[in-house]
């Protein structure tokens, strides 16, 4: 009797190891390719790159899609100070301003509702200011941004790699 009291212990164990390892990607049949966002499902495996060595690393941020009901501005049309403050963002920083990487309340409501301290806020400087100005990016944790250039009176999702 001692043994199948153990098993059920072992197969758990089992399932978290390959889990932890795996992602858990495939047992959850979740997509572990990186296709277009949104893209309608064929019923067939897409065609998926393959780097030409483990280190390599892709040409282009990878876009994640658009997690709320707002509108999306293209990578390619934010200011160029936007553009500088992304890249930033992508490499950890340093940043500018010492309120750079600091949570972003969300007090607005504007973004998609998440726990505290799910989102960041990053200053994007403005020509000609004197102060911090009113433009900004805002990164969740799952990867999304987005722009403001109104101190949080509006938002934009920002369309990354466009």
């Not at 390892?21 to 897409?46: I, K, M, R």
């Not at 403050?85 to 940043?95: E, H, K």
């Not at 102060?131 to 805002?138: H, L």
């Amino acid at each position: 009797m001692r043994n199948r009291s153990i098993l059920p212990l072992l197969l758990t164990g089992l399932v978290v190891l390959v889990v932890v390892v795996f992602g858990g990607a495939g047992l959850l049949g979740q997509q572990t390719d990186s296709t277009t966002p949104g893209a309608a499902s064929s019923g067939t495996s897409p065609a998926r790159a393959t780097p030409s060595s483990p280190a390599a690393k892709p040409s282009a941020p990878h876009r994640e899609a658009n997690p709320s009901s707002l509108p999306e501005i293209r990578e390619s049309a934010l200011p160029a100070e936007g553009r500088r403050v992304l890249a930033l963002i992508r490499a950890g920083g340093p940043f500018q301003y010492g309120q750079d990487d600091q949570v972003f309340g969300n007090f607005e409501r504007l973004l998609p509702a998440r726990d505290r301290g799910y989102y960041r806020e990053y200053t994007v400087p403005t020509p000609g200011e004197t102060d911090r100005g009113a433009r900004r990016i805002v990164a969740g944790d799952g990867g999304e941004k987005y722009y403001t250039g109104d101190h949080y009176a509006t938002f934009k999702f920002i369309a990354e790699g466009s």
